[in-house]
Nanobody, 115 residues
Framework: QVQLVESGGGLVQPGGSLRLSCVAS????????MGWFRQAPVKQRELVAI???????TYADAVKGRFTISIDKDKNTVYLQMNSLKPEDTAAYYC?????????WGQGTQVTVSS
């Protein structure tokens, strides 16, 4: 199983930006798609963005136009550029290979948007 390590989270003011990284322990060249997810306290984990091996991207409506997902297969890394952050973006962010069924989750990285 590919192990994933997320980083880049932190405390940011509303309107600010963060760039999250997700490094895989093994090659992701054969992966069909990867996604970023988030989970706020007392809420279910939700899908934020998907990038396919062919470079197609999909975003949740809540982040469309503000977040950008990208993949660097040479570095086995998936990124999530987050701009114009809002307090409702506060959550722990995770990445994973899609589909996620049966796959382990990493520790995630906490994003807190607050003034």
């Amino acid at each position: 199983q590919v192990q994933l390590v997320e980083s880049g989270g932190g405390l940011v003011q509303p309107g600010g930006s963060l760039r999250l990284s997700c490094v895989a322990s093994a090659s992701i060249f054969s992966v069909n798609a990867m996604g970023w997810f988030r989970q706020a306290p007392v809420k279910q984990r939700e899908l934020v963005a998907i990038v396919t091996s062919g470079g197609l991207v999909t975003y949740a409506d809540a982040v469309k136009g503000r977040f950008t997902i990208s993949i660097d297969k040479d570095k086995n890394t998936v990124y999530l550029q987050m701009n114009s952050l809002k307090p409702e973006d506060t959550a722990a962010y995770y990445c994973n290979v899609l589909p996620t069924t049966g796959r382990p989750w990493g520790q995630g990285t906490q994003v807190t948007v607050s003034s």
